[in-house]
């Protein structure tokens, strides 16, 4: 079992940056593979990044490429979200989620990949 706790959330202006983090429990947190995802009011929650169990491998969304970066740090049980140039329609609440073993060499995009999920944090950029 995993438990996320996701913080860093707030209200910027378009183009601000924030950084999102995600600590998670236990001592097997180097052993999972992660990610982020969002969902805006009234829309299905999306993807946006994912990394591998080691950091050497990441993929960012379309949406969000070239202004997201993800990264983790294994030692701290904690990935991040770097969020640069943010944009009205990057508003959303932000998970993060984590897949099981099996998957810790794969960048899961989908939602169904994923086993254990944070609360959520709420991001809000104006115009």
């Known amino acids: 079992q995993v438990q996320l706790v996701e913080s860093g959330g707030g209200l910027v202006q378009a183009g601000d940056s924030l950084r999102l983090s995600c600590a998670a429990s236990?001592?097997?947190?180097?052993?999972?593979?992660m990610g982020w995802f969002r969902q805006a009011p009234g829309k299905e929650r999306e993807f946006v990044a994912a990394?591998?169990?080691?950091?050497?491998?990441?993929y960012v969304a379309d949406s969000v490429k070239g202004r997201f970066t993800i990264s983790r740090d294994n030692a701290k049980n904690t990935m991040y979200l770097q969020m640069n140039g943010l944009k009205p329609e990057d508003t959303a609440v932000y998970y993060c989620?984590?897949?099981?073993?099996?998957?810790?060499?794969?960048?899961?995009?989908?939602?169904?990949?994923?086993?254990?999920w944070g609360q959520g944090t709420q991001v809000t950029v104006s115009s």
């Open positions: 236990g001592r097997t947190f180097s052993t999972y593979a």
């Open positions: 990394i591998n169990w080691s950091g050497g491998s990441t």
């Open positions: 989620c984590a897949a099981q073993f099996s998957r810790r060499n794969l960048l899961n995009t989908r939602f169904s990949d994923y086993d254990w």
